[in-house]
């Protein structure tokens, strides 16, 4: 379940409305996938967040306004990016992508839900005016921060205490022997003098 | 005709409200960008930046990123703005990102570029905004489990060594 990598590389169209009028067919119509660009989902850790907005239509979007209302402020704090925007006009034939950074509080299963995107469908003053879903990541497990500590952080202190806790060990034999050797030394020195 | 005469009306006061072009302005602009690749497979970008203009309006605003793409900037409130990519955090590159913005003037100039086969640098920028990336943490550099083997190494070494000279 860690290693589930979470790029959902699906995009789905949400045009609702079905296309009644040939005049409607030509206007603006807007795919929007919602990823999740991590290997791993952490407590208390970067969660990358991004939509890519294609406009597939052959006018432009005008006064698009997408909005994320899928994370909450108490089991998400926002650290990069805002999960509401707008753009005021999205050219025929383009895509960019929307980027949004988050910090999750809790651990535990998490269902990244769908984002709504509503923009006119062209630029004439009566345009009609289109609402929209995102592509959903889906559920993903957040993994507490102690357990990812356990398995991929440096274990410095983890060795030190090792090491504090083999010295003895190596170092008492290495004293004693050194003392013994040290006085066996200056028991022969005299005799090296005469 | 009445209906005409209402798209004209609102065709003048589009006009009207785009001649109020912004003069002189204060750019305020600080960046975000992702600190811990080990976690991560792409490394998010995030430009934020503030408007102020002495006199008139912003319009509709485009920015150039590093692969010369040209996006429409994200509005989060009046004259609050981000512009937000993405890159693999294997072929990102440390340092300073200078990011030009575009007016609707300059993305107008920038697509007849385009249509020409011009370069699009001589199009002048409405402003431009800076994202420095510090480069992000990539796990450690010297794994403990080496470290112990290392100095595991050298103290058999010492005593071997010194068993030999003791013993000979």
Known sequence: MLKKLLVVLTVLTVGLGVEEKSGESQGARLLVSKQILNRYLVEGKDIEVRYSIHNIGKAPAINVQLTDNGFNSDAFEIVGGHTSSSFARIPPESNFSHVVVVRPNKYGYFNFTRSEVVYRISDTPNAKTRKAYSSEPGEGGIVAFRDFDKKFSAHYWDWLAFALMTSPSLVIPLALWYKSKSTYEKLNKPAKKH | MFFKFISSILLVIFFATYSFACTDPQVTSKSFTTQDATIVAHIGF?????????????????????????VP??????????VSWTEDSKTARKGQYRIKIFNEEGYAAIRKALRANEPTSTVPEFFSVIVNYPGAYNGPWLRSECLAMIISVLVSYYAISTKAKIVS
């Open chain 2, 73 to 82: 900037v994200a509005i989060i409130e009046k004259n609050h703005y981000q």
């Open chain 2, 46 to 70: 995030i430009s934020e930046f503030t408007v102020k203009c002495s006199s008139g309006d912003v319009s509709s605003l485009y920015a150039e990123l590093g692969d010369n793409s040209i």
